[in-house]
């Protein structure tokens, strides 16, 4: 089923891959920064599908009113996957000029063979190829348990193993098991705060908003948690590699953006503890926003320091190029899915 883009809609897209064209066009310049720009934008666009993707799954098998009201929006955000893919095809073709692991710096004998240009791709197109899989079944309301068990056993392992390739082989010397859950809570919470937004811009409130508002909260406080921990077990355990991975993002303008991500997630914890603010459509707006934000300074934090500053301008240029295709790509994908769900006579 094909639904026609409002003029607004086309423009936003039209911009968001012309800002991805001048961003990548950046490479004539330094092409290791652009490239690093791309991946940090690029990392915080695919958390959209593949966010919606675990939201899609979870609301299966954990109904309530926050999945009757976000089911429609979730499925909209996971039509987007392949979009994402494509968005990582440059950094697929530039993965030796981007890690350091690619000219064997760093590399004991499990790296060297765990990492390689082909098995990077490889692991990257199985991620993105096993997303759209499931969320295609998802949509289709077929097998949507059956699926929905086995799309959470098999696509947070795909998650942790994507991001271990991403962005924690940017730092051959840096290990941390926590890492790839971190990068699947970092997801979910872009995701939602994503969807959350869409839907409210999309006809009457949910009479029952304080759910989700409730749901915010609790991603929120798993993200607060699973940040902490393996700083304070890096700190207080004196683990070198890991200990130099901190502290190499605590200088400069790294720790101005961590004090900035970490202070707007701890505004939104706070505000959201309030009934006031948890169960306000205009509140809840400011605050997805906001996570939104958070989300993409920290997703600079730990993808760019060891690039060049250049780096910085490719990545905001990047992330423009997302945020307006997903802001005109999204009401289309929400007016699809709402659409293929009324009766035939309805849409004549």
Known sequence: MQIDLLPRERVLMGLGAGLAAATLALMAVDVRAALGGWLAASTVFSAVSAGATYLLLTMRLVPGAW????????????????????????IMLGVGVIY??????????????WLGEIAYALRTVIRFLAVIWVSHRMRSRRSTTATAAAGL??????????????????????????????????????????????????????????????????????????QYMPFLTAWSGNLPPSAHWYTSRGTG????????????????????????????????????VGVLASQMLESAWITLPGFKPFALLAYALGLAACTA????????????????????????
Do not use: H
Not at 100 to 113: I, Q, S, T, Y
Not at 162 to 180: H, K, Q
Not at 265 to 288: E, H, K, S
């Open 67 to 90: 999945g009757e009201e976000l089911r429609l929006a979730a499925e909209a955000g996971t039509m987007l996957t392949p979009f994402a893919l494509i968005a990582f095809v440059p």
């Open 100 to 113: 350091p692991w690619a000219a064997g710096l760093g590399l004991n004998e499990f790296k060297a063979a």
């Open 153 to 226: 056993a098999v696509l947070p392992l795909l998650a942790s193993l994507t991001a271990v390739d991403w962005l924690m082989s940017l730092d051959p010397e840096f290990s941390s098991s926590g890492f790839g859950l971190q990068f699947l809570v970092r997801e979910v919470l872009v995701a939602f705060a994503a969807i959350l937004l869409l839907r409210l811009g999309a006809g009457r409130q949910p009479p029952r908003l304080g759910v989700a508002g409730g749901v915010l909260l609790t991603l929120l406080l798993i993200w607060a948690y699973l």
């Open 253 to 288: 303008i790294w720790a101005l953006l961590a004090w900035a991500w970490a202070g707007i997630g701890l505004v939104a914890i706070l505000l959201l503890l309030f009934p006031v603010f948890r169960a306000g459509a205009a509140w809840l707006r400011v605050i997805a």
């Open 325 to 348: 295709f997903c802001m005109g790509a999204l009401p289309a994908a929400l007016r699809r899915r709402i659409r293929s769900r009324m009766p035939k006579r309805a849409q004549a």
